[in-house]
């Protein structure tokens, strides 16, 4: 983040806690506004990642041509709409046609586009749609769930609400038994 940037979020953040009716000076609060800016460069650093740098040359030649599945990767990000943070799970898979990708990448392509303001449902389909660009597959299938803390905090404060979101491309999308073998996969245990 640029020092300009990171300079104008401390006074923000110090015109804040001014609003709600607290003193900035106060020894509890003295380093908060930097330490804001910097949690907010790091939250926001999706903006700035570079996605091929991240998936530095992880694509790979390969026969193989059954499903390949990551499930569980934990996401967190924030709202667009309130600037609260929500968080979960995502499942995701494709069918090779060609070529894999090293299995690191696909949580690091979940977090680059988690680090932005963000809504469920886009950051959904950003995932799906990347990996089907980079790979080509014969198809790609992704399962977010998450909690909304604007949901759990505020609003209609629901406490066990979790929102489910999907993408189906592909096989996954045009064949009910492809689909179903990832979505009954997706739910069964973990080691």
Not at 36 to 63: M, Q
Not at 121 to 131: F, K
Request: proline share 3%; hydrophobic share 35%.
């Amino acid at each position: 983040m640029k020092e300009e940037n990171k300079k104008n979020l401390e006074n923000i953040t110090k015109q804040l806690l001014e609003s709600i009716g607290e003193d900035p000076s106060r020894e509890g609060l003295l380093k908060t506004p930097s330490r804001v800016a910097k949690s907010w460069d790091f939250l926001t650093r999706g903006y700035r990642e570079d996605l091929n740098t991240l998936i530095n040359d992880a694509i790979f030649t390969e026969s193989a041509k059954d499903m390949v599945i990551v499930k569980n990767i934990e996401f967190y990000s924030l709202c667009e709409h309130h600037l609260i943070p929500f968080n979960g799970r995502a499942h995701v898979a494709y069918i090779p046609n060609g070529k894999i990708i090293g299995l690191s990448k696909i949580p690091r392509i979940i977090d680059h586009f988690s680090k932005r303001l963000q809504v469920q449902e886009r950051l959904t389909n950003q995932v799906a749609n990347t990996i089907e660009e980079i790979l080509q597959p014969k198809g790609v299938a992704v399962v977010m769930e998450g909690k909304h803390y604007c949901m759990l905090m505020r609003g209609v404060q629901k406490q066990n609400s979790v929102a489910t979101t999907s993408a189906m491309l592909g096989l996954f999308r045009d064949r009910d038994t492809t689909r179903n073998e990832f979505l009954n996969l997706v739910q069964t245990n973990s080691i």
